[in-house]
Each structure stands twice: as C-alpha cells, then as structure tokens.
C-alpha cells in the first residue's frame, strides 16, 4: 500500500497535510507522533473511514486500485476482508452480548462465504494461531469472561480471520501492563511474517516502534516529518521533534535493535 499527498479537510481546518507513507507487505510500517498529529486520522482514511463530512483527496493505492473516491459499497467489501484493523480498546470491537465463538463465525461467514462447519474450524484456527488458551472452550465464552489480554488477541484474531493483506493496529497496547504488551508485539511481529501482512501500526509510544516497526514515520500536526528505517529514525533522527521524541526514551529503547 502506498499513500500520496494525502489531505484530509473538515470544517474548514486541514487535519492531514500532503502524508506520504509506504506501508509493505511483511513490514511493520510505524506511525508515530503525539495526540493530535494526526496518526488515527490517517489509518481510518486508509481503512475509508474518514470522520463523517470530511474531503479527502491525495492517493491510496492498495493492490493496483485508487481507495481515494472509492464508493462506501466497494469499501465495505474490502474492510474485513481485505483490510482489517485491531483497536486500543479491544471492546470497541467485541459486542458484549455475544459469545466469541458467534462472533468470530458471523465475521468469516459473512466475508467468505463459508459453512457454517467451515466458519467454527476457520474460527478455532484463528484462536489457535493468536495462542488462545484452550479454543474450544473460548468459542462458548463472552468478552467479559476473558482477561484485556486474551480480548486483545480475540479482537487480532477477528481481524485476521478473512486472511487480509493490511492490518492497521492503532495503539493495540496502550490498555496493557507491560508483560502483556510485550506477548501482544511479539504476537503482532510473527503474524506480520507468517502471513505477509503489511501492518501499519500506529502508536504515540517511540518505545513501541522501537522494538517492533521496520520503518517508522514520525508526524506532528497533520504531516510526516521524518520516515526512515527504525535504526536511522532512532540512533540518528534529522527532525528536531523526531529528536525530542527519541530523547525521552529509555537508553534500552535508543539501542540499534531496540528490544527484538
């Protein structure tokens, strides 16, 4: 996927500002940047998901198509099955009143086409590969029976069910302690290569990027200041806020391969 001078106006403010982003597949692209630069907004654009009355112009182009003026019909084909995100609060995605197992098999069904013996063995697949504990079991269970953790991976599963090509994760481990987040990331590092997902991860935290992105991009009121490999953004930053941001972090995190 590739993003050109993309530009997104509502109410007469440009919240995105000409963004150029490669996102490839078997990567994780990184997009940082602190609240308000911009980041969230550019992932829902990317998924066709723009705040209701904003005009969006620029390119995305995802597999030999132009996403920018693509109808809310054709989107919605693509999103889920093509194009998934996971969110930083995984009940945002999980309807509380159904089990995972009806969630999961309703997803898959709907996107593919598939039986309903094949959604549930598609179903436990998916538990299996986000390592689940015991997936039969958690078919039959409800979001609040689960851990944050466990919802996490739930909701990653979910989003992968329909094999799609892009994965946009936007802060996945905010919610999380610290032993946690770390499962999640290197969760999200093996699905990226296991399945050649183009993942773009979107994260205020530089210390996530630096354990877990290929490249990062760094933006700061609507645009993209710097975008390079992680080991040049982090060990030799060229933006003054890029600078900022890798000073605060930890001397763990400024080391050339981060935490992986």
């Given at each position: 996927?590739?993003?050109?001078?993309?530009?997104?106006?509502?109410?007469?403010?440009?919240?995105?500002?000409?963004?150029?982003?490669?996102?490839?597949?078997?990567?994780?692209?990184?997009?940082?940047?602190?609240?308000?630069?911009?980041?969230?907004?550019?992932?829902?654009?990317?998924?066709?998901?723009?705040?209701?009355?904003?005009?969006?112009?620029?390119?995305?182009?995802?597999?030999?198509?132009?996403?920018?003026?693509?109808?809310?019909r054709?989107?919605?084909?693509?999103?889920?099955?093509?194009?998934?995100?996971?969110?930083?609060?995984?009940?945002?995605?999980?309807?509380?009143?159904?089990?995972?197992?009806?969630?999961l098999?309703?997803?898959?069904?709907?996107?593919?086409?598939?039986?309903?013996?094949?959604?549930?063995?598609?179903?436990?697949?998916?538990?299996?590969?986000?390592?689940?504990?015991?997936?039969?079991?958690?078919?039959?269970?409800?979001?609040?029976?689960?851990?944050?953790?466990?919802?996490?991976?739930?909701?990653?599963?979910?989003?992968?069910a329909?094999?799609?090509?892009?994965?946009?994760?936007?802060?996945?481990?905010?919610?999380?302690?610290?032993?946690?987040?770390?499962?999640?990331?290197r969760?999200?590092?093996?699905?990226?290569?296991?399945?050649?997902?183009a993942?773009?991860?979107?994260?205020?935290?530089?210390?996530?990027?630096?354990?877990?992105?290929?490249?990062?991009?760094?933006?700061?009121?609507?645009?993209?200041?710097?975008?390079?490999p992680?080991?040049d953004?982090?060990?030799?930053?060229?933006?003054p806020?890029?600078?900022?941001?890798?000073?605060?972090?930890?001397?763990?995190?400024?080391?050339?391969?981060?935490?992986?």
């Amino acid at each position: 996927m590739a993003v050109r001078g993309l530009v997104l106006e509502l109410g007469g403010r440009r919240l995105l500002d000409g963004v150029d982003l490669d996102v490839p597949a078997g990567q994780v692209t990184g997009l940082a940047g602190e609240s308000g630069s911009g980041k969230t907004l550019t992932g829902m654009a990317v998924l066709g998901l723009p705040p209701q009355g904003a005009c969006l112009s620029g390119s995305i182009r995802y597999g030999g198509r132009e996403l920018v003026g693509l109808g809310a019909r054709a989107h919605n084909a693509l999103r889920g099955k093509e194009l998934a995100m996971v969110f930083q609060d995984p009940t945002a995605s999980l309807h509380p009143m159904l089990s995972i197992g009806g969630q999961l098999t309703d997803h898959v069904r709907h996107h593919l086409r598939l039986s309903r013996r094949q959604a549930r063995a598609r179903a436990l697949e998916v538990l299996e590969q986000v390592r689940v504990p015991s997936p039969e079991q958690a078919l039959r269970r409800y979001p609040h029976e689960f851990s944050g953790g466990q919802l996490q991976r739930i909701a990653i599963a979910i989003a992968i069910a329909c094999r799609p090509r892009v994965l946009v994760a936007d802060e996945p481990t905010t919610a999380l302690d610290v032993t946690v987040q770390a499962g999640i990331m290197r969760l999200l590092r093996q699905l990226c290569e296991e399945l050649d997902l183009a993942v773009l991860l979107v994260t205020h935290d530089l210390a996530v990027m630096s354990s877990l992105a290929d490249t990062i991009a760094v933006m700061r009121t609507g645009a993209v200041v710097e975008h390079g490999p992680r080991r040049d953004v982090i060990r030799t930053p060229q933006h003054p806020y890029t600078r900022s941001l890798v000073e605060a972090l930890p001397d763990r995190a400024r080391r050339p391969d981060g935490a992986r």
